[in-house]
């Protein structure tokens, strides 16, 4: 697994922070940001977006994910998410079964870094296959 070093972990702390302000979700007041890291170094920003038809609704680390794959980066190290009610990080906001999934598709189960935080002093990193055990990727198709 790439060591990532305090200070990228910090920045991508402080990014998913951010992106938790562009958070629209006037129905769950469960605001999320996400900070997804490229192999090329580039970080792609994410919150979620809900709809007033509810099932529309996207989650943070979805909308990082999209933007990346949208623009032809496919590689990916690591995923920060921040998140809480009212925007309050107290607990970490764990990604949803369908976000794990979508990471299963273009991730090294075994490589790619999931750092749950509450602020840049208390984070804890996961590897993909701990969160998805067993998960069902690309190679069980081929
Ligand atoms: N949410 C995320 O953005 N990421 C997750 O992994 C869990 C849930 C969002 C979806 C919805 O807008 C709100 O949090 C409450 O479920």
């Not at 958070?23 to 490229?38: D, K, M, T």
């Not at 990082?64 to 009610?85: P, T």
């Amino acid at each position: 697994m790439k060591k990532l070093e305090k200070n990228q972990i910090e920045a991508l702390i402080d990014q998913a922070i951010g992106m938790m302000d562009y958070s629209y979700a006037p129905y769950s007041h469960f605001h999320v940001g996400a900070a997804l890291l490229a192999k090329n170094g580039s970080v792609y920003g994410g919150c979620n977006i809900e709809n007033a038809a509810y099932t529309p609704s996207n989650c943070a680390e979805r909308t990082a994910f999209f933007k990346a794959v949208s623009e032809g980066v496919l590689e990916f190290d690591a995923i920060c998410i921040v998140g809480g009610m009212n925007k309050e990080l107290n607990k970490y906001a764990a990604p949803c079964g369908v976000c794990r999934q979508v990471m299963m598709e273009f991730c090294d189960p075994e490589e790619f870094q999931i750092i749950l935080a509450t602020s840049k002093k208390q984070y804890e990193i996961f590897p993909l296959n701990e969160l998805l055990p067993l998960g069902f990727g690309p190679d069980n198709l081929t």
